[in-house]
């Protein structure tokens, strides 16, 4: 008796854990394409990098946790951000125009030479992030001091900064065609390059929030923000850096994007990917409302997502319809994080222990 | 009549536990028809449980509850509700932007030809309000816009329409109102009474308990202590039943209070000149000196909290001047107050105290986290050190500093917030009501506490409705109305003299 009780206990512990969702629903898309899809698991070796499917699940959902790291930050203080896609778009825009300014002559002028460029990469990368910062300080300035509902404040940037977008490339796609730019996305050292990036951000985004006060504060304030100030806590100042910092991850998730495709293209770049983002933290258990959250598990989220993407393409599913899959998959989320559907799988289960 | 057909409700061998805490263990609790039944205890004691077992919020482990001769299980309140079981709880649970008419009659909105009746909805909380409880307002308007004390009886009215309830149980609803509000409260429960409602009134307040109950139900640590007729019990006797310990702590205070006068130095911590905030508070006077309690007397509204606020820094002045240690303050901001080493443990523990989701280890370390910036992070060991310390010393009932604040008791959420103002070490602490809705043991506790504090060379403002209260702990006792402050007593003063003041009239 004790024992049973012992060990039930310990497998509460693992399905309240914020991993714990997310995983299930991955090993179940995974489990799907080992069935249905001969040589899903297979990776070849190509001069030394690994290439496959799997592979392409992180390479193409790189975008996609780069969004979601900046994103759990916004949704755990309560907010949301939709202009993450657009974000991506402008910055597409400022590091294509850096690279080949021709789109400014009102010409498209179409460089031949792979290791031509206008600006250098160092002033390309870094003017694109700024853009990015000053994106995402907007919104937070919005949000934080001028006390605009994030979805509104937000919606502000995701409408015109496709505008913006255009306006910076005179309404011209400008092609890329640098290789050492192009390498951001399309790069391969071992693994996929932007993977390494995916790394990079999401590990100093964790020492930054767990290993200093920040991500508490971020928590509280997303709890009961009142409290929060009571307690000493600047509230607005976090939402300023959180949104800031959202739309710095947006700006490198642009340059990734636009390097993959080898185009500022400003009407596609990012399209609905915001809602991606914020699936994906929702998958992950950040709850909407704001509060606690676990960048690890929105990573998942995002995998997740993309996992459904590719495993879809591959049965042949048509791009059009891909929408409404995700939507069945949303529903099916939000139901298994619904407190009633939890209670009623609790009370069940304990019907049948009984039993 | 026999017995089973006076007794409306019989709840037997109620069980319910929770991860790491037996709340209820084997409790019994009968109420007969036309009864007022004060349920007690202290904090944790098992109340707020046994009545979310009757009203289907939580389902019981074990046990049997019949209610009006048939055995029944609530599945959810509006299924308790619906049998004939209403609640009023004590936080209260209204739409603050909706109507008073709307508050009332939500879900059961009067209608004409497919649409709401508006002006018939109007007419009907109008006349419910006057009819039950005598409170004349205009139903209009949003409930937000009226005192706590008002959403409270609305919240009463509302219960007592929706259904025609047999049974009115009212959790801590006076822990809000002024002394004419509770005697207006009480009018309501006899009234009800005489028409055979049985009322389950749940209070902390000891005089109260004797003025309007007929029996008493005791409960501790989960269990029955017993149940005891109201005329058959001293107040002594009850308290002892109730804490379980002795009272002699109780005759303590006086001779702590004395002791630690001698420690008051001569020197002004905190003054006020002319401080103030048009709407909010008339400007006023006041000099703090270390190891001295302050205490704020007046009736609900009379300026208190916002005199808290103002001093904090919650609100700017927009007159007047405040200094601390001779310093005249610039930055009237919590964290400015945090950095001058002033706290405030705050009026609304839920809204503005406690962060529910944090642990109690967070909760406990967010103020001097606060205050040591973002990147200056204690580390998880310190933050462990400072937590149990706290735990220890305030005798905070949990089962672990990684125990989510929300999953406490209020009175040790309560504690909780203290831990929190007390870590940063405050020269100068404001306690806003810090024993509302907390059982007898700990107001006692934490009376001390403060008296301990000052003697440690702390200033404290002790605010709160219980005069009784104020009395005891402080030793200088400033009486605001009508948000100005009117007078200023020191030494020895009795209950009337205060009351007064308050009252305004000349003694």
């Not at chain 1, 690994?50 to 790291?69: E, K, P, W, Y």
């Not at chain 1, 937070?140 to 900064?161: D, E, K, N, W």
């Not at chain 2, 379980?244 to 001698?262: H, N, P, Q, T, V």
Request: glycine content about 8%.
């Amino acid at each position: 008796m004790n024992k049973s009780t012992k060990s039930s206990f310990k497998w509460r512990k693992v399905t309240e854990s914020r991993l714990f969702f997310p995983i299930v629903a991955l090993s179940l898309i995974l489990i799907f394409d080992f069935l249905f899809i001969p040589g899903f698991f297979a990776i070849e070796n190509r001069d030394g990098n690994l290439h496959g499917s799997l592979i392409d699940i992180f390479r193409n959902g790189s975008t996609v946790m780069l969004l979601a790291i900046g994103m759990t930050l916004v949704i755990a203080t309560g907010g949301v951000d939709l202009s993450v896609g657009a974000t991506m778009a402008i910055v597409a825009s400022v590091a294509g125009i850096l690279m080949n300014p021709s789109a400014l002559r009102n010409e498209v002028f179409f460089v031949t030479d792979p290791n031509y460029t206008f600006q250098p990469l160092w002033v390309v990368i870094i003017t694109a992030l700024l853009v990015a910062l000053l994106c995402g300080l907007w919104n937070g300035v919005l949000v934080a001091y001028m006390r605009i509902q994030p979805m509104v404040a937000t919606l502000i940037l995701m409408i015109s900064g496709r505008g913006i977008a255009q306006l910076i490339t005179n309404g011209l796609r400008v092609q890329i065609t640098y290789r050492p730019y192009a390498y951001i996305g399309q790069g391969w050292v071992i693994l996929p390059f932007s993977l390494y990036i995916v790394a990079f951000v999401f590990v100093i985004t964790w020492l930054i929030t767990r290993k200093t006060a920040i991500g508490m504060f971020i928590e509280s304030v997303g709890i009961n923000f009142r409290s929060s100030f009571f307690s000493g806590i600047d509230e607005k100042k976090i939402k300023l850096v959180v949104y800031t910092f959202c739309g710095f991850c947006a700006g490198i998730a642009g340059l990734v994007a636009s390097s993959n495709i080898r185009t500022s293209d400003a009407s596609n770049i990012g399209l609905t990917t915001e809602l991606d983002a914020i699936l994906a933290v929702v998958i992950g258990g950040t709850s909407m409302s704001g509060g606690r959250f676990s960048l690890l598990a929105s990573m998942v989220g995002a995998l997740v997502m993309q996992a459904i993407t590719q495993s879809m393409y591959a049965i042949g599913v048509p791009a059009f319809a891909l929408q409404a899959i995700k939507a069945v998959v949303v529903i099916l989320v939000i139901l298994l994080y619904s407190e009633q559907v939890r209670d009623f799988v609790r009370r069940i289960s304990a019907v049948k222990k009984e039993v | 009549m026999s017995e089973s057909d006076q007794n409306i409700l019989v709840m037997e061998g109620i069980s319910k536990a929770f991860p790491g805490v037996q709340a209820l263990d084997d409790v019994h609790l009968t109420l007969k028809r036309g009864e007022i039944l004060c349920l007690v205890g202290e904090n944790g004691a098992g109340k707020s449980t046994l009545m979310k077992v009757l009203t289907g919020v939580d389902q019981p482990d074990s046990g049997k509850i019949t209610f009006d001769g048939r055995e029944i299980q609530a599945k959810s309140p509006q299924h308790a509700q619906s049998l004939g079981i209403s609640t009023v709880y004590q936080e209260i649970n209204l739409c603050p932007n909706l109507t008073v008419a709307e508050n009332i009659l939500l879900g059961r909105e009067p209608h004409k030809a497919g649409r709401i009746d508006w002006a018939k909805m109007n007419v009907l909380a109008q006349e419910t309000l006057q009819r039950l409880l005598g409170v004349d307002i205009d139903v209009a308007q949003p409930l937000g816009s009226y005192t706590v004390a008002i959403q409270q009886m609305v919240a009463i009215a509302r219960a007592l329409y929706i259904a025609s309830a047999k049974i009115l149980i009212l959790d801590e609803p006076t822990s809000s109102l002024d002394v004419n509000e509770t005697a207006h409260l009480f009018d309501v429960m006899r009234k009800l009474k005489n028409e055979g409602v049985g009322i389950i009134f749940i209070t902390h307040f000891i005089g109260q308990i004797y003025e309007v109950s007929d029996r008493i139900t005791v409960l501790r640590n989960g269990k029955l202590v017993g149940t005891y007729e109201t005329a058959s019990i001293t107040r002594v006797g009850l308290i002892s039943k109730m804490i379980g310990r002795s009272l002699a702590e109780f005759d303590e205070m006086s001779k702590i209070k004395l002791e630690s006068s001698k420690h008051i130095r001569s020197d002004a911590l905190l003054q006020a000149r002319e401080l103030g905030l048009t709407g909010s508070i008339q400007p006023f006077d006041l000099d703090l000196h270390a190891g001295e309690v302050v205490g704020l007397a007046g009736l609900l509204g009379s300026g208190r909290t916002e005199t808290a606020s103002i001093l904090f820094g919650v609100e700017k002045p927009d007159s007047g001047s405040v200094s601390i240690n001779g310093a005249v303050v610039q930055d009237h901001s919590p964290l400015g107050s945090i950095k001058r080493r002033v706290a405030l443990c705050p009026e609304d523990r839920k809204a503005s105290g406690i962060v529910d989701d944090l642990t109690v280890r967070e909760n406990i370390v967010l103020a001097m986290q606060a205050n040591l910036g973002w990147f200056n992070y204690l580390s998880l060991k310190t933050q462990y050190e400072i937590a149990d310390r706290y735990i220890k010393l305030l005798n905070i009932a949990t089962p672990s500093a990684d125990q989510p604040v929300k999953n406490l008791s209020g009175g040790n959420q309560q504690k909780v917030i203290l831990a929190r103002w007390l870590a940063t070490n405050p020269q100068l602490l404001i306690l806003d009501e810090p024993t509302r809705g907390i059982d007898v043991g700990t107001k006692a506790e934490i009376q001390k506490l403060v008296l301990s504090l000052a003697e440690e060379g702390k200033a404290c403002i002790f605010i709160s409705s219980e005069l009784e209260e104020v009395l005891r702990t402080s030793h200088r006792i400033v009486v605001l109305r009508e948000r100005e402050k009117v007078a200023e007593f020191s030494g020895e003063v009795d209950e009337n003299t205060i009351i007064h003041a308050i009252a305004g009239s000349e003694s």
